[in-house]
T-cell receptor
């Protein structure tokens, strides 16, 4: 069983399009995250959701919007895609207070052409 | 907010050589520390973690790390690397009172057969 699953694994799209990446975790964790990994492998946190409440937003453009229909899902919507949005996006989850680290999904490689 | 510095951008070793990757963090309180590994094209996997107690922690695949509080360091070590250890290694920190994991810029390890 996959603990944190993301779909799609690869996404190629044109500039200006709107796209979504889905993430689901079956660990019962109460917090989920989105990270962006750029071409230099640098990992930057974008969002986290705890009990449907956004608790971190690291100066991400408002073209990016997280949506959490329930505790097990945190989807990422991106409007008006730009070339600079090309990156690998990782979803992760954790249980608040246990400090056992995060469990990561396998990533979504987004390429904007 | 906490931050993490990894001093080595790219390390190249021959098989059987010993490895030490540097990691320093900046945070004004108790922290939990982690090392993650990312094999080419894959997601991040937890190598080891430190919460409290013995500052020398052992992880998977023969890796270990030592927490030196006075130096704000958490260096990763392995006595004898293998070709299969070729990957990107990330140090990460979570402040004790929050759930926000921050990553270092990563160190790319290349092991020559």
């Amino acid at each position: 069983d996959t603990a944190v699953s993301q779909t799609p694994k690869y996404l190629v799209t044109q500039m200006g399009n709107d796209k979504s990446i889905k993430c689901e975790q079956n660990l019962g964790h109460d917090t989920m995250y989105w990270y962006k990994q750029d071409s230099k492998k640098f990992l930057k946190i974008m969002f986290s959701y705890n009990n449907k409440e956004l608790i971190i937003n690291e100066t991400v453009p408002n073209r990016f919007s997280p949506k959490s229909p329930d505790k097990a899902h945190l989807n990422l919507h991106i409007n008006s895609l730009e070339l600079g949005d090309s990156a690998v996006y990782f979803c992760a989850s954790s249980q608040e207070g246990t400090h056992y680290g995060y469990t990561f999904g396998s990533g979504t490689r987004l390429t904007v052409v | 907010a906490q931050s993490v510095s990894q001093h080595n951008h790219h390390v190249i070793l021959s098989e059987a050589a010993s490895l030490e990757l540097g990691c320093n963090y900046s945070y004004g309180g108790t922290v939990n520390l982690f090392w993650y590994v990312q094999y080419p094209g894959q997601h991040l996997q937890l190598l080891l973690k430190y919460f409290s107690g013995d500052p020398l922690v052992k992880g998977i695949k023969g890796f270990e790390a030592e927490f030196i509080k006075s130096k704000f360091s958490f260096n990763l070590r392995k006595p004898s690397v293998q070709w299969s250890d070729t990957a990107e290694y990330f140090c990460a920190v979570i402040g004790y009172n929050n759930n926000d994991m921050r990553f270092g810029a990563g160190t790319r390890l290349t092991v020559k057969p």
